[in-house]
């Protein structure tokens, strides 16, 4: 599915108002919320003026800003601005730019899970980046009342299983527990016309 369709999709699950949701205990934001998983963003740009209230940087290797696998706050998922359009970085800016035109009614909190190494070349995140950035965004689905998750990050070539999407027990688990607290997670597939 085209990856513009795919946040088109998402923005609109979330134009349901905040305080519809029952499942919202203690939220101290009160617009709906969007996790997105991807590259990284540049908060610079004006179309993101008050529309990104949170960034986390979630990798296996230790790429984050702050020279360490985890880090979370101002500059989390940023990169310097020389290194936003080396090896699909920009991705992230694109989605969140999709997501927000679709939807200017929803706040977005975006989680960087794509490393980068010094040149600029991506690295590869596995199965533990995943399950760590799917779990940060449940325990914290209050706090930002997040009601739904996008990543289309991946490719089957990496993949173990016959699946595109292979679904492991530890990534099923945390799945349905955002299900269940009713935050759906879309996990785009096809990425370079990749139709296998």
């Given at each position: 599915?085209?990856?513009?369709?795919?946040?088109?999709?998402?923005?609109?699950?979330?134009?349901?108002?905040?305080?519809?949701?029952?499942n919202i205990k203690s939220q101290t934001v009160s617009?709906?919320?969007?996790?997105?998983?991807?590259t990284s963003i540049d908060t610079s740009l004006p179309i993101f003026k008050d529309k990104i209230i949170y960034e986390v940087c979630i990798l296996e290797w230790?790429?984050?800003?702050?020279?360490?696998?985890?880090?979370?706050?101002?500059?989390?998922?940023?990169?310097?601005p020389d290194m936003y359009f080396k090896s699909g970085f920009d991705h992230g800016t694109q989605m969140a730019s999709v997501a927000v035109q679709s939807n200017p009614?929803?706040?977005?909190?975006?989680?960087?899970?794509?490393?980068?190494n010094i040149n600029?070349?991506?690295?590869?995140?596995?199965?533990?980046?995943?399950?760590n950035a799917l779990?940060?965004?449940?325990?914290?689905k209050d706090k930002f009342n997040i009601q739904a998750?996008?990543?289309?990050?991946?490719?089957?070539n990496l993949m173990l299983f016959k699946d595109y999407c292979p679904i492991t027990p530890r990534t099923?688990?945390?799945?349905?527990?955002?299900?269940?607290?009713?935050?759906?997670?879309?996990f785009a597939a096809g990425n370079n016309r990749d139709y296998t």
């Open positions: 599915m085209n990856k513009k369709i795919t946040s088109a999709l998402i923005a609109l699950t979330l134009l349901i108002p905040a305080t519809a949701n029952a617009k709906p919320t969007l996790a997105i998983l991807d230790t790429t984050c800003p702050n020279g360490k696998s985890f880090m979370e706050g101002p500059g989390s998922a940023t990169l310097k009614d929803m706040n977005i909190v975006f989680v960087r899970i794509i490393g980068q600029g070349d991506r690295q590869i995140s596995y199965e533990d980046t995943i399950v779990k940060w965004v449940l325990d914290n998750i996008s990543m289309s990050q991946g490719h089957h099923k688990t945390l799945v349905q527990s955002l299900s269940s607290a009713n935050i759906p997670a879309f």
